[in-house]
């Protein structure tokens, strides 16, 4: 079974930091490219990052870009968002996402989801 | 930018139900696939694939479920709509960086 777990979520200050984790099991990590979504409260979904198979390529959303870095560490098959100067409007529910292989960055699997709340 | 329509949608169990989505740029890529995917997050859930590449139905997706579409319109169609249909659906382009999602359709029983 496909499982992918997020945590690392909880409460920060603006201007703070914070490292959302996803542990995935039941599929070869090293194989996939993977991806983070999230979802401002009562809101729609948001395209974040992306991170190819080896790690060696990333992409990421306007909102994001120069303050949230995407890595992954495919020897302890988990994937990270180092989360820097966060603002109010970073407050979501963040989702780490498994792209479908070969199929461009359709999403075939969503983890639970992880609660970062940005408030003073 | 993906825009789609209604935002609400009310439905009669039973009976069918349509989802437009409209990209402002062609989702036509040269080898002839369309990247536009349909995702479905129910109450309270992570979203879910249902359709990909336009039409292609996700593994484990009722046939009730088909889309249709190319270049910038696509459609999402429900047939015969059951209670476990009800949630918010969205659409999403994957043909360019960054990928983009609609603003989503919530679909409702009567």
């Known amino acids: 079974e496909v499982l992918l777990v997020e945590s690392g979520g909880g409460s920060v200050q603006p201007g703070g930091s914070l490292r959302l984790s996803c542990e995935v099991s039941?599929?070869?990590?090293?194989?996939?490219?993977m991806q983070w979504v999230r979802q401002a409260p009562g809101k729609g979904l948001v395209w974040v990052a992306r991170i190819n198979s080896d790690g060696s390529g990333t992409t990421y959303g306007d909102s994001v870009k120069g303050r949230f870095t995407i890595s992954r560490d495919n020897a302890k098959n988990t994937l990270y968002l180092q989360m820097d100067s966060l603002r109010d409007e970073d407050t979501a529910v963040y989702y780490c996402?498994?792209?479908?292989?070969?199929?461009?960055?359709?999403?075939?699997?969503w983890g639970q989801g992880a609660l970062v709340t940005v408030s003073s | 930018v993906m825009t789609q329509s209604p935002v609400s949608l009310p439905v009669t169990p039973g009976e069918s139900a349509s989802i437009s989505c409209r990209s402002s740029?062609?989702?036509?890529?040269?080898?002839?696939?369309?990247?536009l995917d349909w995702y479905l997050q129910r109450p309270g859930q992570s979203p879910q694939l249902l359709i990909y590449?336009?039409?292609i139905r996700a593994s484990g997706v009722p046939d009730r479920f088909s889309g249709s579409g190319s270049g910038t319109d696509f459609t999402l169609q429900i047939s015969r709509v059951e209670a476990e249909d009800v949630g918010v659906y969205y659409c999403?382009?994957?043909?360019?960086?960054?990928?983009?999602f609609g603003g989503g359709t919530r679909m409702e029983l009567k």
């Open positions: 999403m382009q994957s043909l360019q960086i960054p990928v983009t």
């Open positions: 996402a498994r792209d479908q292989v070969g199929v461009g960055a359709t999403i075939d699997y």
């Open positions: 740029q062609s989702l036509l890529h040269r080898n002839g696939n369309n990247y």
């Open positions: 039941g599929f070869s990590f090293r194989d996939y490219w």
């Open positions: 590449l336009g039409s």
